[in-house]
Structures are given as structure tokens and as C-alpha cells.
């Protein structure tokens, strides 16, 4: 069983800063990846940053030079810091994870629940 645990996310007011959490909990052997994704209303899930298998990282080009993702391997955590934030930044988050559970098994996608971000102008 793995479960992803975010915490954060919020209200805040254009300009402002909110910090995402995600820890992958539960029998894991490997992660292969681990990002942020982000849903609007209306709109798409789309991946807002994240690791990829290599160790590099991808932003959209939206959150570019605003969004910061870092990670802490020991304990399967990302952190996602949102700085400048805009109204269009406005959406649900989900933290994602590309993982093993055993050595044997296929990798799997897993998602966390998400969390509301909502910015006011």
C-alpha cells in the first residue's frame, strides 16, 4: 500500500508565496520520478514541475523562474515553492509518483488527493 501525503496549499493574494508538500509513504522500493501537477476548473491536468528519472527537473513554462521544486530522496518528500503567485495559478494540485513497490513489479503512477490553491487579485 502507498499513499501520497501533501500538505499545504491554501488562500493567499497575487503576489504571494505558498509552499507544497508530498510524501510517498508505504512499501516503496524505487521512485522513478515524482512531480506536481495542477487542474483547473474547465481545464486539463497538466504538470506544473517535477523530477525526472535522470534527477533533472521540468517546469511548465508558466511557473518558470516563479516555482521551485526540490526533493529530499531519504525521505521520498517533494516540496513545491510557489513564489509570485498569479489568479491563473489558481487550481487543484496533485502530487504524482512513478514507482516500485518490489524489485519485480511494473511501475505504477500513484496520486495524491490534492490539495486547493486558490490566488485573489
Known amino acids: 500500500q502507498v499513499q501520497l501525503v501533501e500538505s499545504g496549499g491554501g488562500l493567499v493574494q497575487a503576489g504571494g508565496s505558498l509552499r507544497l508538500s508530498c510524501a510517498a509513504a508505504?512499501?516503496?522500493?524505487?521512485?522513478?520520478?515524482m512531480g506536481w501537477y495542477r487542474q483547473a476548473p474547465g481545464k486539463q491536468r497538466e504538470l506544473v514541475a517535477g523530477f525526472t528519472t535522470s534527477g533533472s527537473t521540468n517546469y511548465a513554462d508558466s511557473v518558470k523562474g516563479r516555482f521551485t521544486i526540490s526533493r529530499d530522496n531519504a525521505k521520498n518528500t517533494v516540496v513545491l515553492q510557489m513564489n509570485s503567485l498569479i489568479p491563473e495559478d489558481t487550481a487543484v494540485y496533485y502530487c504524482?509518483?512513478?514507482?516500485?513497490?518490489?524489485?519485480?513489479?511494473?511501475?505504477?503512477?500513484?496520486w495524491g488527493q490534492g490539495t486547493q490553491v486558490t490566488v485573489s487579485s
Open positions: 504524482s509518483a512513478t514507482l516500485r513497490t518490489t524489485p519485480s513489479r511494473p511501475l505504477i503512477v500513484y
Open positions: 508505504g512499501s516503496i522500493f524505487s521512485i522513478n520520478n
